[in-house]
């Protein structure tokens, strides 16, 4: 996983959570205009929290993140939007609960991708995995 501060271009994102069509959050992707491409998965674990999930990356075999990738329109703008509705603060990451960061993405359509997905940021997660 990169950090948040490269690769600001990459204008590729993976939700996995609110943020995804028919969700609660999906409205920020439409009203900036973010194309879908592809359902698609990355290498992690998905935790509840509160009243939405939480992924983190694993490398555990068989660990995967089931989600949506989308395309920017403009994703130096986009990411900033975002970031404050994911609580992300690219000058203080250790105090957002979501930290932005860039990972790989597996789709059947497009094959293997990398994109900005927002990770559990916060070490306080509630017990239990959400499938």
Known sequence: MLPAARCEALALLFVYGTLRRRSTLHHHLVRLGARF????????????????????????????????????RQPRRDLKVLDKVEGFFLSAP?????????????TKSRGHQQAWVYWLGLPEVQEGLHE
């Open 94 to 106: 250790a105090r957002s609960e979501f930290v932005r960061g860039i990972a790989e993405v597996t």
């Open 37 to 72: 491409l592809s359902e698609g998965k990355v290498a992690g674990e998905l935790f509840e929290r509160r009243r939405f999930p939480g992924a983190r990356p694993s490398n555990r075999q068989g660990k995967w993140i089931q989600g949506e990738l989308f395309r920017l």
